[in-house]
């Protein structure tokens, strides 16, 4: 079955930057356009990052709100995709979510939370 | 950005009680997806191309809509449907998401 699993999330200061790791099972990782999204406490869904397949070289495409700070990324060779976060700031405290393609299959999702 | 509006933010409905909610569009949509989310839970696809159920959805739920105008009912309401639904369009970049509709038992 399609699994998803995210982690790295954690407590970290404004300023700072972490990276977000989701291991994926279940399907042909290589073939499927991956993204990041995040729901702040209580607030809708927020999407924030999408890479597509190595035959679109690998593009990638960012919300407004973290483009400059964040990179997306991905490893086909471990099914995994990655989401570099750096200048985070408060407003990025949410809960994170990898999901694929048309946002069919979603992680369970990881906590940051950024704070002083 | 094409911006989403759900309508209302908060609703409550009876067992077996027929529900629609409603999802506008600032900017014409091609399709319009929906999501349903329980607490502390992820969001799971729910309804796709804007009337297909996703897998293991109970066809008591419906989608409809095009343009700017989209809704999701439910014919007879059950427990098991108390939840938030958010709508989301993949039309234009960024991919947004509504405020989404917290769905309660009365």
């Known amino acids: 079955q399609v699994q998803l699993v995210e982690t790295g999330g954690g407590l970290v200061r404004p300023g700072n930057s972490l990276k977000l790791s989701c291991v994926t099972s279940?399907?042909?990782?290589?073939?499927?356009?991956m993204h990041w999204l995040r729901q702040p406490p209580g607030k809708r869904l927020e999407w924030i990052a999408v890479i597509t397949v190595k035959s679109d070289n690998y593009g990638a495409n960012y919300a407004e709100s973290v483009k400059g700070r964040f990179t997306i990324s991905r490893d086909d060779s471990k099914s995994s995709v990655y989401l570099q976060m750096n200048r985070l700031r408060e407003e990025d405290t949410a809960t994170y979510y990898c999901?694929?393609?048309?946002?069919?299959?979603w992680g369970q999702g990881t906590t940051l939370t950024v704070s002083s | 950005e094409n911006v989403l509006t759900q309508s209302p933010a908060i609703m409550s409905a009876s067992l077996g009680e027929k529900v629609t909610m409603s999802c506008r569009a600032s900017s014409s949509v091609n399709y319009m997806y929906w999501y349903q989310q329980k607490s502390d839970a992820s969001p799971k696809l729910w309804i796709y191309?804007?009337?297909n159920l996703a897998p293991g959805v109970p066809a008591r739920f419906s989608g409809s809509g095009s343009g700017n105008s989209y809704s999701l009912t439910i014919s007879s309401m059950e427990g098991e449907d108390a939840a938030t639904y958010y709508c989301?369009?993949?039309?234009?970049?960024?991919?947004?998401f509504g405020g989404g509709t917290k769905l309660e038992i009365k």
């Open positions: 191309y804007t009337s």
């Open positions: 989301q369009q993949f039309t234009s970049s960024p991919y947004t």
């Open positions: 999901s694929r393609y048309y946002f069919d299959y």
């Open positions: 279940g399907f042909t990782f290589s073939n499927y356009r």
